[in-house]
Structures are given as C-alpha cells and as structure tokens.
C-alpha cells in the first residue's frame, strides 16, 4: 500500500468515518470469540485484551501528530532513516506477527461453525481455502459488507444485554473489573496488556486510517471516539458470556470459544433457527473477509521485498504458503488471545527499541547512528522469533507467560546491543580523532 498516495489523494475522513475505521480494524472475530472464551474461564478478567486495546488506542493520540505527518508506514521510516536491511526485518516481523492474527481467524471461523454442528478440523481446512481464494480476489469494494454484517453482530450483542437481564452488570463492569483480575497470573495479565498496548501504537493496521484524516482536529477526535468505542465494546463479549453462564442457557457441550456464537445463536431462536443461523453467518462471512485480507496483507509483505519476482503464479504461490502456515499454527489448537498476543509481542520485541531511537531522533533529542540501530533490530528480532518458537514447540522450556518472555526477550537484547554497539562506536570515533590530532600536532 502506497500510504503517500493515500494522504495526498484520500485524505477525507471525518470524525466519525475515522473512529468507525479504526474500531473496525480490531472489533472482530478473534476479538469477540477470544475475549468470550477468556471470560468463560475467568469472568470479567477476560476483558483485559479488548480493554488493552482501547487503552492502546487512546495512547495512539500521543503518536496520532507524528503519523500524519509521516504518513509512511514504521518499516519505511526506519528504512529510509536506517538502511533497506532494517526496513525488510520490521516488515518481516510484522509478517510474523500476521501470522498469530491468521491462525487465530482460522481457529475462531471454525468454533463458530461447531455450533452449526460442522466439525472443527474439517472446518478449518476449508476456511482456509476460502481465505486463500478470497484473498487473490478484489474485494475492497465490498469490506463495508463485511462491516456492516459485525455492525448487526454487534447490535446483536447488545440485545443479548437485555434478554439475559445484564444490562445493570454491564454499567458495573468497569467497577467490577479490577477485582476480576485478581485470580489472574500476574505475569500472563502483563504480558497479554503490555504487549497489545505497545502493539496497538505501532500497528499498521491503525495507522493505516490515521493518517487519512482530513485535518487535525478529525484526526485527535476520531481518535479519541474510536478508543472510548473500543474501551465500551471491551466488557460487552464478557459480561454476556458470565450472565449466560448464571443462567445456565450454555449446554454442557459448549466450550468457551463456541460461547459467544452459541449465545447470539440462542438470541435469534436457536443454531437451527433462520434468525440464529443468520447471526451465526454475521460472525463468519467477517471472519472470511478479515481472514483474506491479512492473507493478502501477508502476502504483499513478502513479494515487497523484492526477491521474488510478482505474477500471478508467484502471488498464488506465495499466498498459499502463508495460508498454509497459518492452517499449521491454527491446528496446534490453543487459547484465541495467546495466538494473537504471542505473534503480536515478537514484532513488539523487535520494533519498539528501533522505533523508540527514531522517534528520538525525529524530537532532536538524541541520534543513534545506523548500525547501532540495525544491530539492535536484527537482534531483537532473533531473540523475539527463538523465544516464540520455543513457546510453540518447547513450552516447558518457557519460565513464566509466553508472551511477556518473547517481548522482554526482543526488548532486552534490543536495547543492549543498541547501547553497547553505539558506546563502542563513539569509542572507536574518539580513539581515532585523538589518533588524527597526534599525527597533525606532535609532541617536540
């Protein structure tokens, strides 16, 4: 995406257009179905991950300024300041951290269609063929389809509200969500926060409808409006969830990443039910829609690089690689959030430190010179990816939560080997200076 052209041609968006656009990159299906299932184990804690989000968001507003201004996206910035090296690695990362985000489309499409009976593997094995296939076609001309059906989902949400006589536990949510946190384990509840606020602040997706805009004041309040949308949004899926399960309308068979469907199903008369049926398709066609075009996002990222010559065999090809990496990760199975949030703390690890030395030498304060920043990237990076596979395959070997461990990981060598490799430079350039001045003026 030429985001250049975007600001200079389609720099239209009003207040309300931006705040919709901006709840509509992360008001999904891994957004709904993860926050449900985290509730049906925890409650109300299970809120933490959409209200990280909106805390995120509101934090873009500190950012909101330097991305319009900008325009381009972080790994252009860090690459024209830094070198082509450093821009492949953070578009790299941001392509590893799509891929939590595609196999978490995968596993929540799926759990939706169990309550239309269909099995889970099956269903995920076809879902990601139609990911594959919907991803080749044009379809930005129709994604306010895929909107406007999670606008009904949503209205269906808030009517479950009402039939399941929840609306005052609602209004009491943010009071009562402190407490709820507290059987949580504290290094998974900072890992899965820490990780989706930073995340949010640097996130293509966000910034791609910030910096279109169509002037200042739209750009603070669309922000500001979409955040509050979010933060509101973040305890609806888990207060649901809760009054169902005090019910008791959730049969026994019904797992928590199924809850939030089977419950918008039961709003509309029942999984076999037009209404129910209706509702359940107002989850999925989205997911379909939001699945293709991360694939498509995936798949755009690799071809930019440059190492592979772009057609259509190589675009199919490419697209079908990453559809089936995303089918591989999606089948290991796992909690909705932790993929999302595990992928998503890797190219936290590798790109915060980078984007931090940018942004300071953006504000006059200090600059760090190229190689000390494409030292620390490429480390970060390598310390972030080692980690997470090791949370993959080797999860005894992981001392605390996953997510917290593979951003602490890539932050922690960043920041070493962005400091040690520019005390080493200056040392370098000052041994030498005093070597030059020896040479010019001798002792006599």
Known sequence: ???????????????????????????????????????????????????????????????????????????????????????????????????????AQILAGAFILKVLSIPVNPAMLVLTGLFFIVSLLPTEKVSWVFRGLLLLNLVALIYSLWALHCVGDYVRSPLDFVPALQPLDPAAAIGVSLSTIVL????????????????????????????????????????????????????AEIGGKESISYILAWVGGGPAKPVGIALI????????????????????????????????WTVGLVASVNAMIGLAIALKGGAIISLIVSFSAAYVGAAWVPFGAYWLAQTKRYEFSAIAVQSALLTGSIASVMVLCFSMFWPDWIVGDAALDIMLAGILFSVLVLIGTEVVRQGLESTNSTASNTQKYPDI
């Open 1 to 103: 995406m030429n985001t250049s052209a975007i600001a200079g041609q389609h720099r239209k968006l009003g207040i309300f257009s931006l705040a919709v656009l901006l709840v509509s990159a992360h008001y999904g299906s891994g957004f709904l179905l993860g926050t449900a299932e985290a509730a049906f184990e925890v409650g109300l804690g299970g809120s933490l991950y959409p209200l990280s989000i909106g805390i995120g968001a509101a934090l873009v507003l500190l950012f909101a300024k330097f991305y319009w201004n900008e325009i381009e996206q972080v790994w252009t910035l860090l690459g024209d300041r830094y070198g082509q090296q450093s821009k492949i690695i953070v578009a790299f990362m941001s392509w590893v951290s799509l891929i939590g985000v595609e196999a």
């Open 200 to 251: 949010v602040t640097i996130d293509m997706k966000y910034q791609q409808y910030v910096v279109q805009a169509k002037d200042t004041r739209s750009l603070y309040w669309g922000c500001a409006l979409g955040a509050l949308a979010l933060t509101a949004m973040a305890f609806l899926p888990s207060v649901v969830v809760v009054a169902a399960q005090n019910s008791g309308i959730l049969p």
């Open 281 to 312: 398709t107002a989850l999925v066609v989205p997911a379909l829609g939001s699945g293709s075009t991360i694939l498509r996002v995936q798949t755009k990222t690799i071809l930019d690089f440059g190492w592979i010559k772009a057609n259509a």
